[in-house]
């Protein structure tokens, strides 16, 4: 059983981002760390791999210099080794052109599953993932909540709008997975030491044969202003009057 | 401009998403040659009638339980031969699970520009969309071979009927078995009882604040002294299995835009402002005086939600007599 885990370096996650004078996100001289949400598909990953008794975890990344401090985290958590692929001209790169890239890095390994977060914590375009299995020309089966390979068949949860479906795909498959899939584990000491000596491949573009009609962004950001701001709300403590202010309120707002 | 297409998320009962109306009523101001619907499985044929309604002129349609049988890449197969005979501008697509799946393939399929969470499109070469818990708006310019791909947030128009009709173009299902992977064997419902998320008047959510998950409790006592109205949750605690995936509001959510959006004890992290800032009015109940969700609020209570909550219910209680 060997995963592919995507694993993107963002800057930081739990902060409010900035805004280069190029209108992209600001990513160098930004501290930055592996994507939360990529922890769950590295958990995903170590899992399945447990559950078969062999195979390996590898992380795939595309991202700046910094991008390789970013994965140590899902090396830490356990997984085997990985691929970074940085070169200058990937910035500001669209999900086509992101996807093209990890193709062509994922298409030279063996591989049974790959996993993905279903969408990054700051570009949330939400649609790479599937863009890159139809290019592995795999199926995708995304937002699962919970997966399990059966022999060739992976079988998940799928979320939807309503609830969830049962849902099945034959190996090799793309997923994409939420926090349903499980509590990612802390890095053990011994992990964080180990995940300093795993292997980390360290790729350009041209490396990966792509030539600069691969690598053409569709998309560019032409402008950015600041929406209009909304009136100042009316803030108050609660002196044990809270609950009548909101109904007052709903009541002058018709709901009630 | 040649036609400017929609692809409508269409239910097995004959339903068109209310997404596919706001789509086809953006679509009709943007000047193309035609406005036209794409409705694939089950129900299209029948929901071709009020995308008529809506604007479309032609609906290329296929109720074949193909495309409800297997996720994304029979109708993505479907599309792009629709594509290839018709050579529209630009195609629309609902920012729903199955439409995303659709488009990311269709894109990779002929290297067609994709752009995610619009919410303003002016044609095939420029969209918007708004960053920073919509304290921003980026202007985007699409490139690239044509149709151009857009994924548009839901609720970003208000749908209008135009009083059309629509010619409908019954498709062909015939797709090869490599596009039958990824296959549904099963569906299970977990919404709560009352009016859905999207509908109600009013929308209480609470977050991590609540402290407990049995605390929900109080948010659906707080929802039936209201009527009309619904119980949401942020992301925090769907992902802590408090409540089912169907209650999430946000960017991976659901957006909505009530009357009147209650939060309880959610702090307003962007990925939940995302789904619920162009609520009519914002009531927010948080114990920290710095929540960012208090910028949003119209009315904000900084308290204890779990002291405030039940005479909350009492006091509507009383009033409504």
């Known amino acids: 059983m060997n995963v592919i885990v995507l694993a ?14 190029d209108f992209l996100l600001k990513r160098e001289g930004v501290e930055g760390a592996m994507d939360p949400t990529d922890e769950y598909g590295v958990e995903a990953g170590l899992r399945l791999v447990e559950k078969a008794g062999e195979g390996e975890v590898t ?11 970013g994965i140590r985290k899902g090396l830490s958590m356990g997984a085997h080794g990985a691929v970074v692929v940085t070169d200058p001209a990937l910035r500001g790169a669209d999900a086509l052109v992101t ?5 062509a890095a994922i298409g030279r390994r063996q591989y049974d599953v790959v996993i993905s977060g279903v969408e990054s914590t700051d570009g949330y375009t939400g649609t790479m993932p599937m863009v890159l299995a139809r290019l592995l020309g795999i199926p995708s089966v995304t937002f699962a909540r919970s997966l399990d390979v059966d022999g060739g068949t992976l079988k998940a949860e799928r979320q939807t709008e309503a609830g969830y479906a049962d849902v099945e795909a034959p190996l090799p498959a793309l997923v994409t997975v939420t926090a349903g899939v499980g509590e990612p584990r802390y890095p053990t000491l011994k992990g964080i030491m180990g995940a300093k000596s795993k292997p980390v491949e360290n790729l350009t573009t041209g490396d990966l044969g792509l030539t600069a009609g691969d690598l053409g962004s569709s998309q560019k950001v032409t402008g950015v202003t600041a929406a209009p701001e909304k009136a100042a709300g009316q803030i108050v403590e609660d002196d044990g009057s809270g609950a009548e202010r909101i109904a007052a309120f709903l009541q002058e707002a018709k709901v009630i | 401009m040649a036609a400017v297409w929609i692809y409508a998320d269409v239910a097995a009962d004959g339903t068109a998403d209310a997404s596919a109306l706001e789509l086809l009523t953006k679509a009709r101001s943007l000047g193309g040659d035609a406005v036209e619907a794409v409705a694939l499985g089950p129900g299209a044929t029948q929901a071709a009638v009020t995308l008529g309604e809506f604007g479309a002129s032609t609906v290329y349609a296929s109720d074949d339980a193909v495309f409800a049988e297997y996720v994304g890449d029979p109708a993505a197969h479907v599309l792009e031969s629709l594509v290839a005979e018709h050579h529209p501008s630009l195609i629309l697509f609902a920012t729903s699970y199955t439409s995303r799946d659709v488009a990311g393939r269709l894109s990779a399929a002929l290297g067609l520009a994709l752009m995610s969470n619009a919410t303003d499109v002016s044609g095939p070469d420029s969209a918007q969309t708004q960053i920073f818990g919509g304290t921003r708006i980026v202007d985007v310019a699409l490139e690239g071979p044509e149709p151009r791909l857009v994924l548009v947030r839901p609720k970003s128009f208000a749908p209008e009927p135009s009083g059309g009709s629509a010619q409908v173009v019954q498709v062909s299902a015939d797709v090869p078995e490599d596009a039958k992977r990824v296959r549904v064997l099963a569906k299970h419902e977990e919404a709560a009882s009352g009016p859905r998320i999207e509908d109600a008047k009013v929308v209480i959510s609470g977050g991590r604040g609540l402290g407990e998950a049995g605390n929900f409790a109080l948010l659906d006592d707080l929802a039936a002294s209201i009527g009309n109205a619904a119980v949401g949750a942020s992301r925090a605690v769907v992902d802590a299995g408090w409540v089912p995936y169907s209650y999430q509001v946000g960017q991976t959510g659901k957006t909505v835009k009530p009357e009147v959006y209650i939060a309880v004890g959610i702090s307003g992290a962007i990925q939940h402002l995302v789904g619920m800032k162009e609520s009519k009015r914002i009531v927010a109940i948080n114990k920290d005086p710095d929540a960012p969700i208090f910028s949003y609020a119209d009315l904000g209570i900084v308290g204890d939600a779990l002291k405030i909550l039940p005479k909350l219910t009492e006091e509507i209680r009383a009033r409504k007599g």
């Open chain 1, 59 to 69: 992380l795939v990344s595309m991202g700046p210099e910094p991008a390789v401090a």
């Open chain 1, 99 to 103: 996807a093209r890239v990890l193709a």
């Open chain 1, 8 to 21: 993107k370096y963002v800057p930081n996650p739990n902060g409010m981002p900035e805004i280069g004078d």
